[in-house]
C-alpha cells in the first residue's frame, strides 16, 4: 500500500453528537483515520456503528460537531453550504444502495447531471457521459429510462454517473445492498476494476463478505474505529477464522 | 447551470404531467381570460361612445336660454355679437328651434317620423352636411323673408318622393312648403332608417320662430375652432351670457366634448374596477400555482436529495422551481390571452345578436402585455415559497425520503 505525501481523506477526532431532548447520541466519537489516494478501503460495521454519520461526513453532506476533515488537505468542517456543494460535484462520485437515478430522465441526462452543475457545455456532456455508459457496457441503452433497467444495470448507470467528473474519491454507499450476490460480485469487481485504474474508492457496508473485496478494512462499532488494517488481519473478515468475539 | 436548461427542464417537468399542469394553469387562465375580455369589453363601450357622441358634434356647444323671469332675455343680435368678439374659439352661430308638435303631410298622408328643425343659412355647413346634386341649401334671404322653404334628409326623399322631392311640397302644421334640397346620406350607419338621422327637415329658424309663436329664440348651437377648445370655449360663452343675465340659472351651456369626457372618465373608472375584481381571480391562480408546487416540492424530495448530492448548489434548485412556477403561469397567461380573445369575439356576436347595436370587444395590445406581465411575476412570487423549501432541505433528509 502506498502512502506517498499527505493523505486524501483525514478525520482528526471527528465527533458527530445528535442532541434528542436531554440525550446525546454520539454517532462519531473522536474518530481519526486517514486515506491515501489510490486505495480501496471498506469501512465496515453494524447499523448504528456510526458508519452512515461516516459517510455523509466523507461526502461532505453533513460537516462534524467536533473534530476536523481534511478533504485533500482542505478542512471542510469550516465550509459553507455552496463550497460544500462544489466539493461534492469536484471531488466525490456518489453510489448509493437504491441507485437513486431521477426517473423521469434517460440514462444520459442522468449521468449528465454532474457535469450539468459542473457548468459543462452540452455537446461535452453528451460526449463524456455517452463515454462512461459505454465503459460500464450501456452505451446501447443511452435513452431507456431507469425502470426499463435491471437493478445490476441501474447500478451500473450509478456507477457511470459517478464516474464522469472523474472525481477524487468514488464513495459506495451499500453498493450491493439492493442486488443479488451474483449481480452484486458483478458490482463490486467493477468497483476493483476501478480502484486498479488508480480511482480512490471507499466502501461502506455493515457485510463482512463484501468487505472483503477491499485493500484494507476499518470497521466501526458505537462510533469508534475497532479495526483499522489489511483485509487479510482484520476480524471476521474473508478467509480469516478469527471471530469478532475473538478479538 | 444556464437559464436556458432550467427553463427546458421546466417544460419538461410540465409536459411530463399536462393534465396537472393545465389544471393548475387553470385559475391563471381564466384570470387573464376574465381581465382581458372586461378590458375589451370597456374599449368597444368607449368606441360605441365615441362615434355616438361624434354623430352629434364634439366640435359644438349647445346653448339653451332658460331666461330669468320673463323680462330678461338675450337677444339673437346679441348672441353673434358674442361669437364675433371670440374668433379664437367660435366659428359659427345657428338659432335652433326644435319643432316638436309640428304635423307634417304630404297630400292628405300623415308623416310621423320626420324631425323639423328651424336652423340658420349656415346651419347645414357647420354641421358639415352636403346637398345631393339638384337642390341647394338655406339662404340668408330665406331666413330674412321667413321663407317657406326646407331642406329635406335623404330618407325622406327615398321614402315619399321616390327620389325626386326637390321642388316638391309638402306641408308643416298647416303651412304649404317647397323642398329646395336634399341631404346626402348623414347617418354614422351609411343607412338610412325611419326616425334616424336623414329622416329631418330643415327650414328657417324664422319661419319656424313665427309659427311655434315663440318670441325669443331659446336654443343655438356654435361650432368651435377645434374639439380640443371645449372646455374654455364652454366658460368663454358662460361668461359672456352671465354678463347679460347677472345670474347662472338663466342659460345652459352644454359642449358634446366635455360630456364625452366626464363619461369615459366614468367607463374607465367602472372599468378598472371589473378589470380588479377579475384580476383577483389571478391571486387565487397564483395560491393554486404556489399550492401545486409545494405539493411537488414533497413529491419530488428524493430527487432533489440526489441533486444536491451530485453536486447542485441551493439557488440551482431555487431557480429550478421558480422557473418550473413561472413558465407554468406565463403558459397559462397565454392560454388565457388566446382564451380572451375568443371570448371577445363570442361576446361581439352576442351583444350584436341581442342589442342590435353594433359593439366591437376588442382587447387592447396593453392589456394583453399587461396579463402577461402580471402572470410571469405571480409564477415568481408565488413559485417563490416552494422553491425555498425545495432549496432548503437537507440532503441527508431528502436523499432517505421514501
Given at each position: 500500500?502506498?502512502?506517498?505525501?499527505?493523505?486524501?481523506?483525514?478525520?482528526?477526532?471527528?465527533?458527530?453528537?445528535?442532541?434528542?431532548?436531554?440525550?446525546?447520541?454520539?454517532?462519531?466519537?473522536?474518530?481519526?483515520?486517514?486515506?491515501?489516494?489510490?486505495?480501496?478501503?471498506?469501512?465496515?460495521?453494524?447499523?448504528?456503528?456510526?458508519?452512515?454519520?461516516?459517510?455523509?461526513?466523507?461526502?461532505?453532506?453533513?460537516?462534524?460537531?467536533?473534530?476536523?476533515?481534511?478533504?485533500?488537505?482542505?478542512?471542510?468542517?469550516?465550509?459553507?453550504?455552496?463550497?460544500?456543494?462544489?466539493?461534492?460535484?469536484?471531488?466525490?462520485?456518489?453510489?448509493?444502495?437504491?441507485?437513486?437515478?431521477?426517473?423521469?430522465?434517460?440514462?444520459?441526462?442522468?449521468?449528465?447531471?454532474?457535469?450539468?452543475?459542473?457548468?459543462?457545455?452540452?455537446?461535452?456532456?453528451?460526449?463524456?457521459?455517452?463515454?462512461?455508459?459505454?465503459?460500464?457496457?450501456?452505451?446501447?441503452?443511452?435513452?431507456?429510462?431507469?425502470?426499463?433497467?435491471?437493478?445490476?444495470?441501474?447500478?451500473?448507470?450509478?456507477?457511470?454517473?459517478?464516474?464522469?467528473?472523474?472525481?477524487?474519491?468514488?464513495?459506495?454507499?451499500?453498493?450491493?445492498?439492493?442486488?443479488?450476490?451474483?449481480?452484486?460480485?458483478?458490482?463490486?469487481?467493477?468497483?476493483?476494476?476501478?480502484?486498479?485504474?488508480?480511482?480512490?474508492?471507499?466502501?461502506?457496508?455493515?457485510?463482512?463478505?463484501?468487505?472483503?473485496?477491499?485493500?484494507?478494512?476499518?470497521?466501526?462499532?458505537?462510533?469508534?474505529?475497532?479495526?483499522?488494517?489489511?483485509?487479510?488481519?482484520?476480524?471476521?473478515?474473508?478467509?480469516?477464522?478469527?471471530?469478532?468475539?475473538?478479538? | 447551470?444556464?437559464?436556458?436548461?432550467?427553463?427546458?427542464?421546466?417544460?419538461?417537468?410540465?409536459?411530463?404531467?399536462?393534465?396537472?399542469?393545465?389544471?393548475?394553469?387553470?385559475?391563471?387562465i381564466i384570470g387573464v381570460m376574465s381581465v382581458i375580455t372586461i378590458v375589451g369589453l370597456g374599449n368597444g363601450m368607449e368606441n360605441y361612445m365615441v362615434d355616438?357622441?361624434?354623430?352629434?358634434?364634439?366640435?359644438?356647444?349647445?346653448?339653451?336660454?332658460?331666461?330669468?323671469?320673463?323680462?330678461?332675455?338675450?337677444?339673437?343680435?346679441?348672441?353673434?355679437?358674442?361669437?364675433?368678439?371670440?374668433?379664437?374659439?367660435?366659428?359659427?352661430?345657428?338659432?335652433?328651434?326644435?319643432?316638436?308638435?309640428?304635423?307634417?303631410?304630404?297630400?292628405?298622408?300623415?308623416?310621423?317620423?320626420?324631425?323639423?328643425?328651424?336652423?340658420?343659412?349656415?346651419?347645414?355647413?357647420?354641421?358639415?352636411?352636403?346637398?345631393?346634386?339638384?337642390?341647394?341649401?338655406?339662404?340668408?334671404?330665406?331666413?330674412?323673408?321667413?321663407?317657406?322653404?326646407?331642406?329635406?334628409?335623404?330618407?325622406?326623399?327615398?321614402?315619399?318622393?321616390?327620389?325626386?322631392?326637390?321642388?316638391?311640397?309638402?306641408?308643416?302644421?298647416?303651412?304649404?312648403?317647397?323642398?329646395?334640397?336634399?341631404?346626402?346620406?348623414?347617418?354614422?350607419?351609411?343607412?338610412?332608417?325611419?326616425?334616424?338621422?336623414?329622416?329631418?327637415?330643415?327650414?328657417?329658424?324664422?319661419?319656424?320662430?313665427?309659427?311655434?309663436?315663440?318670441?325669443?329664440?331659446?336654443?343655438?348651437?356654435?361650432?368651435?375652432?377645434?374639439?380640443?377648445?371645449?372646455?374654455?370655449?364652454?366658460?368663454?360663452?358662460?361668461?359672456?351670457?352671465?354678463?347679460?343675465?347677472?345670474?347662472?340659472?338663466?342659460?345652459?351651456?352644454?359642449?358634446?366634448?366635455?360630456?364625452?369626457?366626464?363619461?369615459?372618465?366614468?367607463l374607465n373608472?367602472l372599468i378598472t374596477v371589473l378589470a380588479?375584481i377579475a384580476g383577483?381571480s389571478?391571486?387565487?391562480?397564483?395560491?393554486?400555482?404556489?399550492?401545486?408546487?409545494?405539493?411537488?416540492?414533497?413529491?419530488?424530495?428524493?430527487?432533489?436529495?440526489?441533486?444536491?448530492?451530485?453536486?447542485?448548489?441551493?439557488?440551482?434548485?431555487?431557480?429550478?422551481?421558480?422557473?418550473?412556477?413561472?413558465?407554468?403561469?406565463?403558459?397559462?397567461?397565454?392560454l388565457g390571452i388566446l382564451a380572451g380573445f375568443g371570448l371577445s369575439a363570442v361576446a361581439t356576436q352576442v351583444i350584436a345578436a341581442m342589442t342590435e347595436e353594433s359593439l366591437t370587444v376588442s382587447p387592447s395590445i396593453a392589456s394583453v402585455?399587461?396579463a402577461?406581465?402580471?402572470?410571469?411575476?405571480?409564477?415568481?412570487?408565488?413559485?417563490?415559497?416552494?422553491?425555498?423549501?425545495?432549496?432548503?432541505?437537507?440532503?441527508?433528509?431528502?436523499?432517505?425520503?421514501?
Amino acid at each position: 500500500m502506498e502512502r506517498n505525501g499527505s493523505p486524501l481523506i483525514e478525520f482528526r477526532s471527528v465527533s458527530k453528537h445528535y442532541y434528542m431532548g436531554d440525550n446525546v447520541v454520539r454517532a462519531c466519537d473522536e474518530i481519526n483515520m486517514s486515506i491515501y489516494k489510490g486505495e480501496f478501503v471498506a469501512i465496515v460495521g453494524q447499523s448504528g456503528s456510526g458508519k452512515s454519520t461516516c459517510m455523509n461526513i466523507i461526502g461532505c453532506l453533513d460537516v462534524p460537531t467536533f473534530g476536523e476533515y481534511f478533504l485533500g488537505g482542505v478542512s471542510v468542517g469550516t465550509l459553507r453550504k455552496n463550497a460544500l456543494a462544489e466539493i461534492r460535484n469536484e471531488m466525490i462520485g456518489f453510489i448509493f444502495q437504491q441507485y437513486n437515478l431521477l426517473a423521469k430522465s434517460n440514462l444520459r441526462e442522468n449521468v449528465e447531471i454532474p457535469l450539468m452543475y459542473a457548468g459543462v457545455s452540452k455537446s461535452e456532456r453528451r460526449r463524456r457521459a455517452t463515454d462512461v455508459l459505454t465503459k460500464v457496457g450501456l452505451g446501447d441503452k443511452l435513452k431507456n429510462r431507469p425502470n426499463q433497467l435491471s437493478g445490476g444495470q441501474q447500478q451500473r448507470v450509478s456507477i457511470a454517473r459517478a464516474l464522469v467528473g472523474s472525481p477524487s474519491i468514488i464513495l459506495a454507499d451499500e453498493p450491493t445492498g439492493a442486488l443479488d450476490s451474483k449481480t452484486g460480485l458483478e458490482v463490486l469487481s467493477m468497483l476493483r476494476e476501478l480502484n486498479e485504474e488508480g480511482n480512490t474508492v471507499v466502501l461502506i457496508t455493515h457485510d463482512s463478505s463484501i468487505a472483503a473485496r477491499a485493500q484494507r478494512v476499518i470497521r466501526l462499532e458505537d462510533g469508534r474505529v475497532s479495526y483499522d488494517g489489511p483485509v487479510s488481519a482484520a476480524p471476521g473478515v474473508g478467509g480469516d477464522v478469527r471471530t469478532e468475539a475473538g478479538v | 447551470m444556464r437559464f436556458f436548461e432550467s427553463f427546458e427542464l421546466a417544460l419538461k417537468n410540465i409536459l411530463a404531467g399536462k393534465m396537472r399542469a393545465f389544471l393548475t394553469m387553470l385559475g391563471i387562465i381564466i384570470g387573464v381570460m376574465s381581465v382581458i375580455t372586461i378590458v375589451g369589453l370597456g374599449n368597444g363601450m368607449e368606441n360605441y361612445m365615441v362615434d355616438a357622441f361624434k354623430s352629434l358634434g364634439t366640435d359644438t356647444l349647445n346653448i339653451m336660454i332658460t331666461g330669468r323671469g320673463s323680462s330678461r332675455s338675450v337677444s339673437e343680435e346679441k348672441m353673434y355679437e358674442i361669437v364675433e368678439e371670440h374668433p379664437e374659439y367660435f366659428l359659427k352661430l345657428s338659432p335652433t328651434v326644435s319643432m316638436g308638435g309640428a304635423s307634417v303631410k304630404l297630400g292628405s298622408e300623415t308623416l310621423e317620423s320626420p324631425s323639423v328643425t328651424g336652423v340658420s343659412e349656415d346651419y347645414l355647413e357647420m354641421k358639415q352636411y352636403l346637398l345631393m346634386p339638384g337642390g341647394r341649401g338655406l339662404y340668408y334671404v330665406d331666413v330674412r323673408e321667413r321663407a317657406n322653404v326646407c331642406v329635406v334628409g335623404k330618407y325622406v326623399n327615398e321614402t315619399y318622393f321616390d327620389g325626386e322631392a326637390v321642388g316638391e311640397t309638402l306641408k308643416i302644421s298647416g303651412r304649404m312648403f317647397t323642398i329646395i334640397g336634399v341631404l346626402d346620406i348623414i347617418a354614422d350607419s351609411g343607412e338610412t332608417e325611419e326616425g334616424g338621422a336623414d329622416d329631418v327637415i330643415f327650414i328657417p329658424y324664422s319661419t319656424a320662430a313665427r309659427m311655434s309663436g315663440i318670441g325669443v329664440l331659446n336654443s343655438y348651437t356654435v361650432t368651435l375652432v377645434s374639439e380640443d377648445l371645449a372646455t374654455p370655449a364652454k366658460e368663454v360663452m358662460e361668461d359672456e351670457l352671465y354678463d347679460v343675465f347677472g345670474s347662472d340659472n338663466a342659460y345652459r351651456v352644454q359642449s358634446m366634448s366635455e360630456l364625452l369626457g366626464t363619461m369615459t372618465q366614468m367607463l374607465n373608472i367602472l372599468i378598472t374596477v371589473l378589470a380588479l375584481i377579475a384580476g383577483i381571480s389571478l391571486l387565487v391562480g397564483g395560491i393554486g400555482i404556489m399550492n401545486i408546487m409545494l405539493v411537488s416540492v414533497t413529491e419530488r424530495t428524493r430527487e432533489i436529495g440526489i441533486r444536491k448530492a451530485l453536486g447542485a448548489k441551493e439557488r440551482y434548485i431555487m431557480s429550478q422551481f421558480v422557473i418550473e412556477a413561472a413558465t407554468t403561469s406565463v403558459i397559462g397567461g397565454a392560454l388565457g390571452i388566446l382564451a380572451g380573445f375568443g371570448l371577445s369575439a363570442v361576446a361581439t356576436q352576442v351583444i350584436a345578436a341581442m342589442t342590435e347595436e353594433s359593439l366591437t370587444v376588442s382587447p387592447s395590445i396593453a392589456s394583453v402585455f399587461m396579463a402577461f406581465g402580471i402572470s410571469a411575476v405571480i409564477g415568481i412570487l408565488f413559485g417563490y415559497l416552494p422553491a425555498k423549501k425545495a432549496a432548503k432541505l437537507n440532503p441527508i433528509d431528502a436523499l432517505r425520503y421514501e
